[in-house]
Antibody
Framework: QVQLVQSGAEVKKPGASVKVSCRAS????????VHWVRQAPGQGLEWMGW????????NYAQKFQGRLTMTTDPSISTAYMELSGLTSDDTAVYSC???????????????WGQGTMVTVSS | DIQMTQSPSTLSASVGDRVTVTCRSS??????LAWYQQKPGKAPKVLIY???RLESGVPSRFSGSGSGTEFTLTISSLQPDDFATYYC?????????FGQGTKVEIK
């Protein structure tokens, strides 16, 4: 079945960077953009950006421009999200997601990773 | 960027109640809107896509309506499993935006 499996929890110091992985299985990895969404404790969902695994093209939310990098390694069907310059405000669960299997170019998110908790603390 | 505004932020209701959540977009998004349900510690689950289309396997008590800039999620008869947080999301543009969420609580 279609799955997105993420790397484990991370604890980082302020100013550091974190890199979270998202391994896809059960579908052709290069056929679907990978999106990243985060959720701070007790807060709502925040879309961060997407990457096209076929071309490497990206689109980041303006809020994260300059400190967010998304990459992929199609040979192992894995996407990566790296966030630098971490502050306590970046403490959140980070999740990768893929759209529904509808054939539409744009669609709702139908597949999610299990989430990775990133804690930023001195 | 397109902003999404949901209301109310919290809603107290009883089992069997009809519940309505509203979402407004800052720009016209046609029907490129989804509704998600999220329970604590779980990933969001899509309920409605294209503003009014019910995702496979989702109970028919959930329905969505609207187009342009105003959208509604309705639960016709609230069930115990429906107490959760609901989010709208636009996917009209290259970017995506979520509403701030509506928590449906037990009255």
């Amino acid at each position: 079945q279609v799955q997105l499996v993420q790397s484990g929890a991370e604890v980082k110091k302020p100013g550091a960077s974190v890199k979270v992985s998202c391994r896809a299985s059960g579908y052709t990895f290069t056929a679907y953009y990978v999106h990243w969404v985060r959720q701070a404790p007790g807060q709502g969902l925040e879309w961060m950006g997407w990457i096209n695994p076929n071309s490497g093209g990206t689109n980041y939310a303006q809020k994260f421009q300059g400190r967010l990098t998304m990459t992929t390694d199609p040979s192992i069907s894995t996407a990566y999200m790296e966030l630098s310059g971490l502050t306590s405000d970046d403490t959140a669960v980070y999740s990768c997601a893929r759209i529904r299997d509808s054939g539409d170019v744009a669609d709702a998110f139908g597949v999610w990773g299990q989430g990775t908790m990133v804690t930023v603390s001195s | 960027d397109i902003q999404m505004t949901q209301s109310p932020s919290t809603l107290s209701a009883s089992v069997g109640d009809r519940v309505t959540v509203t979402c407004r977009s800052s720009q016209i998004i046609n029907t490129w809107l989804a509704w998600y349900q999220q329970k604590p510690g779980k990933a969001p689950k899509v309920l409605i896509y294209r503003a009014s289309r019910l995702e496979s396997g989702v109970p028919s008590r959930f329905s969505g309506s609207g187009s342009g800039t105003e959208f509604t999620l309705t639960i016709s008869s609230l069930q115990p499993d429906d107490f959760a947080t609901y989010y709208c999301q636009q996917y009209n543009s290259y970017s995506r935006t979520f509403g701030q969420g509506t928590k449906v609580e037990i009255k």
